[in-house]
């Protein structure tokens, strides 16, 4: 086992990986990447994987333009697959939703992204086999899709290693050691690792790695369930994905045959992420199926397949941690994506390795996104949140 390194992060999910490989390619050597079980073990590999630009606020459309071009040139970028597949994603906004979702449209516009209202004839002809009547916006991303959550990670870490970083799977971090106000180590699972940088990414374990230290992160967490169904037929085998405002569910195809959906809604807290149910419950299937066909009717004619669940790591006001520790020199922290993370990943690992290395992000702003903001008490999630704070969708 290593016993020095420059730098440690913690955790390889998506974002551990993305860092780890930005970072690298920034010139930063002696980097060692800290697994407690293999890659992509938490919710990266449970992750619908979803890669659109539909947000509220600025940075976070900011990171998921940034990221949509990533993915979509991800080998020519980053020189691995990271499985992309163009469908084009739709979001479809009832009378409530509507003012909100024209303002989110508009503020994407603005920063650059390709987004569009289209009218109930377009969206027909995008959506063979759907029922739109309750749809009083429709929003079509034609660049969007999904990819590869295992996949990405896997990729990120490969070209990692090839630019010289370690990784250590089945090795947990126990603790981080902070002299002086600096970090000078971590204590892991095969011992202490000396290092003047870590950087934790450890979704879920996060705030329990961190209070350690005196750091408190407002992070709750979740499980979330996604349940795969057989599609009913032909006519609707060019499936966009879609998130769905007014039934509250969001999907996307999955191979040739399936379409996988989930919900929206807070889920079940959970309070160790090591114990969860991995299976989706039958009234959540049930739930999430009805929603489904009141969109697609023919899904009532489908098969319920197989699903899963997995972990939502959040944020009060659902936007990410991404940031250096206040008063502990080289510690910082890149976790609460809320749910939503996957497709923010590239700009993350991106403006991660600008703020360790230059000392502040150049590509995309994301002062909005430090810790301090909870300082603050409630009113601080105004500036990221709309007043009725349900904008953030998967
Ligand atoms: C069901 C579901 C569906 C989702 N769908 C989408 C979607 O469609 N689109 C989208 O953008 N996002 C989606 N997300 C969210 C997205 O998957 C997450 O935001 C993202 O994967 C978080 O990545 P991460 O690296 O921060 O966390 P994780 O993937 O949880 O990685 C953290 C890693 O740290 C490791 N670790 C923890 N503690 C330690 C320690 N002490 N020592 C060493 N290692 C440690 C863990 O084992 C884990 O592998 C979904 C999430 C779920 C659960």
Redesign the pocket.
């Known amino acids: 086992m290593i016993s020095t390194a420059s730098t440690v992060i913690?955790?390889?999910?998506?974002?551990?990986c993305s860092i780890a490989y930005n970072l690298a390619s920034r010139g930063v050597t002696g980097i060692l990447l800290?697994?407690?079980?293999v890659l992509?073990?938490?919710?990266?590999g449970?992750?619908?994987?979803?890669v659109h630009t539909h947000y509220s606020t600025q940075v976070l459309a900011g990171m998921a333009w940034h990221s949509l071009q990533v993915f979509r040139d991800f080998s020519e970028i980053v020189g691995s697959r990271c499985g992309f597949t163009e469908t084009g994603h739709l979001v479809f906004a009832g009378r409530k939703d509507h003012d909100q979702t024209r303002a989110r449209v508009a503020l994407q516009q603005e920063a650059g992204i390709e987004t569009t209202i289209i009218d109930q004839q377009e969206a027909g002809a995008l959506t063979l086999g759907f029922d739109l009547d309750d749809c009083a916006a429709i929003v079509h991303e034609p660049l969007s899709g999904y990819a590869d959550?295992s996949g990405t990670t896997l990729a990120y870490a490969t070209q990692a290693r090839y630019l010289g970083v370690k990784t250590a799977l089945r090795?947990?971090?126990t603790e981080l050691e902070i002299t002086g106000g600096k970090v000078t180590g971590v204590l892991s699972s095969q011992g202490r690792i000396s290092a003047e940088r870590v950087i934790v990414?450890?979704?879920?374990?996060s705030s329990g790695?961190l209070e350690q230290c005196g750091v408190s992160l407002p992070l709750t967490v979740s499980r979330?369930e996604?349940a795969a169904f057989t599609r009913p037929s032909a006519s609707i085998s060019s499936l966009p994905g879609a998130t769905d405002l007014v039934n509250q569910t969001y999907f996307r195809p999955e191979g040739t045959d399936l379409l996988l959906a989930?919900g929206g809604g807070p889920g079940e807290p959970v309070e160790d992420p090591l114990v969860y149910g991995h299976r989706p419950t039958q009234k959540s299937i049930e739930s999430v199926w009805i929603r489904l066909a009141n969109r697609i009717p023919m899904m009532e004619q489908t098969e319920y397949k197989n699903g899963f669940?997995?972990?939502?790591t959040s944020t009060p006001d659902r936007h990410p941690i991404i940031d250096q520790i206040n008063g502990i020199e080289g510690l910082f922290v890149c976790?609460g994506?809320s749910?939503?993370?996957?497709?923010?990943a590239p700009a993350a690992g991106v403006t991660m390795a600008e703020l360790v290395v230059d000392g502040q992000a150049s590509t995309i702003d994301i002062s909005p996104l430090r810790l301090s903001r909870f300082a603050t008490g409630p009113n601080s999630k105004a500036g990221l949140l709309s007043e009725s704070g349900d904008d953030i969708v998967?």
């Open positions: 913690i955790g390889g999910g998506v974002m551990g800290l697994e407690q079980d992509g073990a938490g919710a990266t449970r992750s619908t994987a979803l959550a090795t947990s971090a990414a450890a979704g879920a374990w790695l979330h996604v989930g669940a997995g972990l939502y976790a994506f749910g939503h993370g996957f497709k923010l998967i």
